[in-house]
């Protein structure tokens, strides 16, 4: 299949630096199929969504490439392959029955009472709410975070703490490291499924998928809702 842009200038970049597709595949956990196809821009061949953006994050960060703009270029190549979305069908419009008039004049009647005793409750629970949510945001906010991170296989792992990079190494199995941050961390991993965190003490979700990159920003937020019960970022 003819290359395009993208793919033509991937695999340039990749030549200019003498690594092989083999090279390529080991480093990133890439298979040999979905680097040729990404060169060769054979979209069929390769999965969309996350799992191709983090194809690509993984290939300019072995390279040395700009990940932002590499995944500019992989977007706008693959948008351009896209068909286009079928015309909606145009529906005819019922005429509408005799009685319907009346049965909407009744239903917006009560929907104004419904919206009048709804109102006056929110207007008396308003205050306390903001109050308790205010107050429960600054705690939270006040407390540090503390990142603790496990690896069940050897993978590389990045993390960033309130934008000083803490780590940007190969995490082994059965290690486990400890980072402190006053606002947010940045963690990404080349293989989502090896590694295990947790925020102060509580466990959090994967960063992807499993065997492929993964990156997540983890805060305070993340922290106000595991309490209340929804364990997502």
Request: aromatic share 8%.
């Amino acid at each position: 299949m003819a290359k395009g842009k993208f793919g033509e200038h991937l695999k340039r970049e990749r030549e200019l630096r003498e690594v092989s597709l083999d090279e390529l595949s080991k480093a990133t956990r890439i298979s040999n199929r979905f680097l040729q196809a990404l060169e060769n821009e054979d979209w069929g061949k390769l999965p969309g969504g996350v799992f191709g953006h983090g194809f690509v994050r993984s290939i300019a960060r072995y390279l040395g490439l700009a990940e932002e703009a590499l995944l500019g270029e992989y977007d706008l190549a693959r948008a351009e392959k896209l068909p286009p979305p079928p015309p909606k069908p145009v529906q005819p419009i019922p005429s509408p029955a005799r009685w319907i008039p009346a049965a909407a004049a009744l239903v917006g009647l009560l929907l104004l009472i419904l919206f009048f005793y709804a109102a006056r409750y929110t207007w008396r629970h308003l205050a306390a709410y903001r109050a308790a949510k205010q107050s429960a945001a600054s705690a939270s906010s006040d407390t540090p975070l503390e990142l603790s991170i496990s690896a069940s296989m050897s993978t590389h792992v990045r993390i960033i703490a309130d934008g000083k990079l803490l780590m940007d190494s190969q995490l082994y199995a059965g290690e486990t490291q400890h980072f402190t941050a006053k606002g947010e961390f940045d963690v990404s991993a080349t293989n989502s499924s090896a590694v295990l965190l947790q925020l102060n003490g509580r466990a959090m979700p994967p960063l992807g998928a499993p065997g492929t990159f993964g990156r997540m920003v983890f805060s305070h937020e993340n922290l106000r809702k595991t309490s209340g019960g929804d364990s997502q970022p």
